[in-house]
């Protein structure tokens, strides 16, 4: 039972390039989120999907796109990468019901340069 | 204003000590109430709920007071692999309504 996987785990990018990055869980969760961290702030979510083909906004969704055409996977798409997306992004999943307990993936440390 | 605020630390204490963490949140809404534990470098997990009546788990206690919109953690004897930030974490309902705190970091020494 791997739980929830993300890769890459460490990216560099370029202004204006774009990027997908991958998560992957094997819990069979219907909710599935994106997280981004940054220092001396909180977690914070940029999209989410509570089952196959429905996603929705969080926070802060600008700059990124996400689909759910599966139960494990939840990739999420850089559409063109800017310095403010220096960050940490976290995949989560849990069940719907109990959506408060979520199961972070490792984390990918994203550096847009 | 922040939703939610956490004293980001450090607290530097001695193997054995007792601790305290303090997070307020400004929605008054809000329905339910966590601990998350983060070390460095790793992924968030899960550490406690925190429920009306208040809650203990071995060493950890926390409680919640509505009135004062407030929720705290208590760890008692602690470990040096308690070292890490707690997360204070707030629904306010909904999916989209999970509000992470910035963290307050613990470091444990000898």
């Known amino acids: 039972n791997a739980g929830v996987t993300q890769t890459p785990k460490f990216q560099v990018l370029k202004t204006g390039q774009s990027m997908t990055l991958q998560c992957a869980q094997d819990?069979?969760?219907?909710?599935m989120s994106w997280y981004r961290q940054d220092p001396g702030m909180g977690l914070r979510l940029i999209h989410y999907?509570?089952?196959?083909?429905?996603?929705d906004q969080g926070e802060v969704p600008n700059g990124y796109n996400v689909s759910r055409s599966t139960t494990e996977d939840f990739p999420l798409r850089l559409l063109s990468a800017a310095p403010s997306q220096t960050s940490v992004y976290f995949c989560?999943?849990?069940?719907?019901?109990?959506?408060?307990?979520?199961?972070f993936g490792p984390g990918t440390r994203l550096t847009v340069t | 204003r922040k939703e939610v605020e956490q004293d980001p630390g450090p607290f530097n204490v001695p193997e054995g000590a007792t601790v305290a963490f303090n997070c307020t949140y400004s929605?008054?809404?809000?329905?339910?109430f966590f601990w998350y534990r983060q070390d460095c470098r790793k992924e968030p997990k899960l550490l406690m709920s925190?429920?009306?009546s208040g809650n203990e788990d071995g060493r950890f206690t926390a409680q919640l007071n509505r009135a004062s919109q407030y929720i705290s953690l208590l760890i008692r004897d602690s470990k040096l692999s308690d070292s890490a930030t707690y997360l204070c974490?707030?629904?306010?309902?909904?999916?989209?309504?999970?509000?992470f705190g910035a963290g307050t970091r613990l470091a444990v020494h000898p």
């Open positions: 989560a999943s849990s069940w719907k019901r109990e959506f408060y307990e979520q199961y």
């Open positions: 819990m069979n969760h219907e909710y």
């Open positions: 999907s509570v089952g196959a083909g429905i996603t």
């Open positions: 929605n008054s809404a809000s329905q339910s």
């Open positions: 925190v429920y009306s």
């Open positions: 974490v707030v629904n306010a309902g909904g999916y989209n309504k999970l509000i």
